[in-house]
């Protein structure tokens, strides 16, 4: 085989590809694998309902909190329109920058050979393309394989699924990192003056809320799932003795990991400029969070389902039998309080997680040009 033809680019290879094709690659396979998601879904997501109730735990949802999934859905479904409308059309009209050639843009937008490749990609190409790329298409096939694996009903079914919802969660994660943080991107210190320049509206609503709701809810199905997983295994009595409750015990502690998990998630991040008049030692507590109100909220309706379930504003909890508790309507009581208390701080927590979200777009003008409008405030 002669050694040029060895040496010549693939045209079909990942790398050698131009980006604004890349985009175009992603954005036709995240269609593709959501459809075979909810292709999976409507085969076998009916089967769900009936492996929950055949194990009885404490920590259980209220029946309408899995209508959430309607809006996960439907709400992915415009993402997903979005992202092909950016992949496709976008690229036609994107402008040529001054200081490329007629020769150099033409490469790029051809992805021909001849001549030095210009990226020419908008930022939204650039967050899809970066941010969510592969891992939208991981989170599908999680999504697919959690639904076989949990409506198989078997012991191991059931303990895989405890594992794959984490994962889904997981991926959802990364794609909130590698894009930047849903909704403050470009308005945090340090991002100023850069290429990351704040979302318009449009973007936040089609991009960040969908997949934000996301990954709040599967972070809360996750413990669900687990307890579920541990009720098939191994049931309750393993933790402790029949009169410490240990079912009970354990469902409090869950929603106690769970507040924090989500406050961390919800509270408002400490490179936000409206935090910029706190003092040094108080800002450093922000380090971790992420000012994802979106997701805490979602907290806030799982809380709720939970309150619902374990029947505590009728003093009766609906229940059968739960190997390890004496006294159900007691515990299921102290349960659902517990789900309120910590649904309402996780709540408060996103709420002024939004209002800082409002007066960073209300107050500050992210261009070259930083706007004085709110310095006073900082002063």
């Known amino acids: 085989m002669p050694a040029s033809l060895l040496s010549s680019p693939c045209p079909w290879c990942w790398q050698e590809l131009p980006s604004f094709r890349k985009v175009q690659i992603l954005a036709v396979l995240n269609i593709l694998f959501f459809v075979a998601t909810l292709a999976i879904n409507g085969t076998r997501g009916g089967n769900i309902g009936t492996v929950s109730r055949e194990n009885e735990v404490i920590l259980k949802l209220a ?50 050979r001849p001549g030095p490749r210009v990226d020419l990609l908008s930022s939204s190409q650039r967050i899809l393309l970066d941010g969510v790329s592969v891992w939208f298409i991981v989170s599908c096939i999680c999504n697919m394989l959690w639904i076989v694996t949990f409506t198989s009903g078997t012991t191991g079914g059931v303990i895989a699924s405890a594992f794959i919802l984490p994962a889904l969660a997981a991926s959802l994660l990364v794609v909130h990192f590698r894009v930047g943080k849903f909704f403050w991107r470009g308005r945090l210190e340090g991002q100023v003056n850069s290429i990351r320049q704040a979302p318009p509206a449009y973007e936040i609503l089609l991009l960040d809320a969908p997949l934000s709701i996301y990954l709040g ?9 687990l307890t579920i997983a541990l009720q098939k295994a191994v049931g309750w009595t393993w933790l402790a003795s029949e009169e410490d409750n240990p079912a009970a015990t354990f469902a409090i502690v869950l929603l106690v990991v769970a507040t924090v998990m989500f406050l961390l998630v919800s509270l408002p991040p400490r490179g936000s400029r409206v935090l910029a008049v706190l003092p040094t030692g108080v800002k450093q507590l922000f380090t971790p969070c992420q000012g994802n109100f979106a997701a805490g909220f979602v907290y806030l309706w799982a809380s709720l389902a939970i309150v619902m379930e374990s029947g505590m504003s009728s003093g009766v909890c609906r229940r059968g039998k739960l190997e390890g508790v004496l006294d159900i309507p007691k515990v299921c009581s102290n349960v659902g309080t517990t789900a309120l208390i910590t649904g309402i701080l996780v709540a408060l927590a996103s709420a002024s997680s939004l209002t800082v979200l409002i007066l960073c777009m209300m107050c500050f003008d992210w261009t070259e040009s930083d706007s004085s409008s709110c310095d006073s405030s900082e002063k």
């Open 217 to 225: 809810w599967v972070c809360c199905a996750s413990l669900v799932n």
């Open 63 to 112: 029946g309408f909190a899995f209508s959430i999934w309607g809006i996960i859905y439907a709400w992915t479904s415009v993402f997903l329109v979005w992202q092909a409308v950016v992949a496709f059309n976008q690229c036609n009209r994107m402008e040529k920058p001054a200081d490329v050639s007629p020769e150099e843009h033409q490469n790029a937008q051809t992805g021909d």
